[in-house]
């Protein structure tokens, strides 16, 4: 059984929702239980399970043993809502599932996550030219999404194809999902890759040693601009200096058309712990990229290309 396939990476049961633990990988496969919302809401904050659509996907599955097991819905929904607050995700899938919060509804959520990722790295492929040398930030694989992934996943469909010749991570400090999660993904797709330290992303794009830059996205404004993982936004300075193209692949449920643009959305600042515990420290956990700096946003409907309010697809005008 692949470690990559989505009931592994997060499934409902009966009297819990499982989680592989994000935070022991890739030294250990172990699973997490989670019997209550709570619980559910603590390891989405603790970040055993992240990346956007994951966090949506395992919040519906929350709600869904929360009204099963008899729990208060309305008290579940907003302990889950605040429990991480840049994906739009997370807010998409529980009011998805406030109408059926029942186990079908939040499969059927996970399933056409996963449904879009497809799509989205089939829609991707053209923007790999032969040969692409990769470089990628944070996680946005099977791991984030619940299966297949967006980055990743068009990464992957691009390389089916024999158009990637290799791939560089970041590493993504403080918690390292480049250098633990993304390199362990792509070790198992088999994927040539190598991890690079963050600050060593510059010089490398600089050297043109690198083609296109891939990354997913946590939430999406209106006009384009767009929060990743932080360290994303210099990437994209760098990129646009020497002409590299960075391509956003995200599914239409990071979209936050009541956003105008990227100023409002809310960053997590996280626990300074995170970067050290001996001096203090500041901890954003996401940056924003404005939209200029991206060259295309790959959605499950295909490739939308500046200016984006004009251009992102028609579902940006639901209200969310
Ligand atoms: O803090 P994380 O690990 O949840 O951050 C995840 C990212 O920034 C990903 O790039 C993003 O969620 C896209 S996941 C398909």
């Not at 470690?3 to 929702?17: F, K, N, T, Y």
């Not at 998805?96 to 989205?120: F, L, N, T, Y």
């Not at 984030?144 to 990637?164: D, H, M, P, Q, S």
Request: glycine content about 8%; some cysteine.
């Amino acid at each position: 059984m692949s470690d990559l396939e989505p009931h592994r990476i997060v499934r409902l049961e009966e009297d819990a929702v499982v989680v592989l633990d994000q935070r022991r990988l890739p030294a250990e496969e172990r699973e997490l239980r989670c019997r209550t919302a709570a619980e559910v809401a603590e390891a989405i904050e603790a970040l055993a399970v992240r990346g956007a659509p994951a966090i949506g996907v395992a919040a519906a599955y929350g709600l869904a043993l929360a009204a099963s097991s008899g729990e208060d819905v309305d008290a579940a929904y907003e302990l889950l809502v605040r429990s991480r607050p840049t994906a739009v995700n997370l807010r998409w899938a529980l009011d998805e599932m406030r109408s059926d919060p029942s186990p079908a509804r939040a499969r059927r959520i996970h399933e056409d996550e996963v449904a879009r990722c497809q799509a989205m790295g089939a829609h991707a492929v053209p923007l790999f030219p032969p040969g692409s040398r990769v470089l990628t930030h944070c996680n946005a694989g099977a791991l984030a999404t619940g299966g297949y992934g967006t980055a990743l996943g068009a990464i992957r469909a691009a390389w089916e194809r024999g158009l990637v010749r290799h791939v560089r991570v970041g590493e993504t400090r403080p918690l390292l999902q480049g250098a633990r999660l993304t390199a362990w993904e792509l070790e198992q797709l088999g994927i040539p890759h190598a991890v690079l330290v963050d600050s060593a992303a510059g010089a490398l794009i600089a050297r043109g040693e690198v083609d296109l830059v891939v990354t997913g996205a946590d939430r999406i404004a209106a006009n384009g601009d767009t929060a990743n993982k932080v360290g994303t936004y210099p990437l994209a300075v760098v990129a646009a200096r020497h002409g590299v193209p960075l391509v956003v692949v995200a599914p239409t449920t990071t979209l936050d058309p009541s956003l105008a643009s990227g100023g409002a959305i809310p960053i997590e600042e996280r626990d300074p712990r995170e970067v050290t515990s001996r001096f203090p420290a500041v901890n954003p956990a996401f940056d924003v990229t404005p939209a200029e700096l991206v060259h295309a946003i790959v959605t499950e409907h295909g490739v939308h290309r500046p200016p984006y309010a004009d251009t992102l697809p028609r579902q940006l005008a639901v209200v969310r």
